[in-house]
């Protein structure tokens, strides 16, 4: 008679609590080999290079391109000459930036024009995204490099009393359009609770309250010049009423933001030095 052979049952829980550590571990170290997504909001980058006739090539001496990640999957900055403005998603390493919007002030300087549309192209052409320390990059298919960036020093923050403000673009909407060239638009906010500045053609006036970022501009008054140049007194009449609707506003670095009760920007103003 054959010898009966008894198998030895292994005990059923550590095999179990063997497959419960090693599932949470796959999902841990990523087994869908998808890499994490980069925290980009809040954060300013400053270009340093951008694809030009097959090869990488710094910006025009002279012009600044920046790229600001916001809320809500919108970025912004300045194109060298005009502020733009673009939706953009991130997964992972991936990116989509949405058809760039931009003020239509022209600059005269050479290459610099040549230089923004290349640049905003670009942005819509990026795929992938990576960040090493202060260093960002975009690349296009196949992985070509296309943009590069540094992080951005952020300008030190400017008082609201007592800056020289100088307007650079109106909001309508998700439009933004830029101040009518050849005019000038500025505000200074006082210590005794005025605004005064130019309107593009007149000197105005108004009161102003501040209570946090909270903010109650009176009706304006101004001269009464009139200025014949094209849209100036347009111009001069939008601004005058957006800026007694302001309600809040908001500062980041050298940038003033004016925005109505529901948060929306109506007027974005850069500090200067040169006084109003």
Known sequence: MRPITRTKKLPLLPVLAGAMILIPFLL??????????????????TLTGYLHNGT???????????LDFGTEGKISGSAGCNHYFASCEVKGTGITVGQAGSTMMYCSNPGVMDQESTYLALLTRSKTISIEGEHLTLSGEQGALILTFTKTVPPKQQPLVGTNWTLESFHTGDAVSSVLAGTKITAVFTKEGSITGSAGCNQYFASYNVTGTSLQVSQAGSTKMACGAPGVMQQESSYLTLISQAKTFTIKGDLLTLADAKGAAMLSFLASDQPS
């Open 28 to 45: 841990f170290t990523g087994c869908t080999g998808q890499a994490p997504t980069p925290r980009l909001e809040g954060t300013g980058w």
């Open 56 to 66: 990488l090539v710094p910006p025009v001496p002279g012009t600044t391109i920046t």
